[in-house]
């Protein structure tokens, strides 16, 4: 059974960071490719950042330059280092596991509970 558990949101204040981290468990994690993904309040779930099974990445517009996402197959722990944080970066972050190696495509079909990020003064 494939379980995600994101961990390390917060509140924090305009240009602070964060880093989130996300536990896999039920696949095998080195050879899929994972995303992170954020809805924020009264919308849709949007992709922030995708990373392939052998480290290809990519990053939504909004995000790139401030965000970085990596993993450790060691771990079976993926994460997202969130820096220059900005209000419109509010919402709950949810990470994804894909049956291929890539960040797209069917995935297993299960979210974690996500984890709050509060960007706020």
């Known amino acids: 059974q494939v379980q995600l558990v994101e961990s390390g949101g917060g509140l924090v204040q305009p240009g602070g960071s964060l880093r989130l981290s996300c536990e896999a468990s039920?696949?095998?994690?080195?050879?899929?490719?994972m995303s992170w993904n954020r809805q924020a309040p009264g919308m849709g779930r949007e992709l922030v950042a995708g990373i392939g099974s052998t480290g290809t990445t990519t990053y939504a517009k909004s995000v790139k330059g401030r965000f970085t996402i990596s993993r450790d197959n060691t771990k079976n722990t993926m994460y997202l280092q969130m820096n220059d944080l900005k209000p419109e970066d509010t919402g709950v972050y949810y990470c994804?596991?894909?049956?291929?190696?890539?960040?797209?495509?069917?995935?297993?079909?299960?979210w974690g509970q996500g984890t709050q990020v509060t960007v706020s003064s």
């Open positions: 994804k596991a894909y049956r291929g190696r890539y960040w797209w495509g069917e995935d297993f079909g299960s």
């Open positions: 039920g696949f095998t994690f080195s050879t899929s490719g």
